[in-house]
């Protein structure tokens, strides 16, 4: 997390955090929630930042491609330019669209989730962050998290997630890459 809020310290800007964007990606079960749970509790600034999970913008298993264009061109875009940005909740025992949520474009902003790190999103923020860590504790952490409801779908999320790696190479994009430890062992 230091690194993190060390690079939104060093924006610069006046009071600290203002207006900052910072994107958190990597694939699932890496940490990138309590990642920006941590970052939001720290904050250096005056303001607490709006957070965004792309998991509660997802239209589906298969909407990785779709939430990135979402946070794209209802979000990131619209914010860029001053104007009220939203997202829309996607309902998942409904798998149905659900509510919209607004995001003030004078608060700073956090986006975590797969995806978060697209190339067309880069331009838009202030801080990418990619957080990585070993595939059989990401795998066990995911599965774990979920009651198992992820594991029916996890080769298809995979599949998706190494299509979009291949095709943006968000990590490329990051100014500020870490990598995730496994967690304490229970005493």
Avoid at 52 to 78: E, H, K, N, S
Avoid at 128 to 143: F, Y
């Amino acid at each position: 997390m230091t690194p993190v809020l060390a690079a939104v310290r060093g924006l610069g800007r006046h009071p600290v955090g203002d207006r900052a964007v910072v994107l958190i990606d990597g694939p699932s079960g890496a940490g990138k929630s309590t990642l920006a749970d941590a970052v939001i509790a720290a904050w250096p600034g005056p303001r607490t930042p709006t957070l965004v999970r792309l998991d509660d913008i997802y239209p589906g298993w298969g909407g990785l491609d779709a939430a990135i264009t979402a946070v794209g061109g209802r979000l990131l875009t619209p914010r860029r330019t001053g104007l009220v940005a939203g997202w829309q909740r996607h309902d998942w025992l409904a798998d149905a669209p659900a509510e919209w949520h607004s995001v003030d474009p004078d608060a700073p902003l956090v986006i975590e989730g797969c995806g978060a790190l697209a190339r067309a999103h880069a331009g838009l923020s202030d801080v990418r962050v990619w957080l990585d860590a070993d595939d059989g504790i990401r795998k066990q952490r995911a599965l774990a998290r979920d009651n198992g409801v992820f594991e029916e779908h996890w080769d298809q999320w995979q599949r998706d997630w190494a299509a979009y790696q291949l095709r943006e190479r968000p990590e490329q994009t990051a100014t500020v890459r870490l990598v995730a430890t496994p967690d304490p062992a229970p005493q």
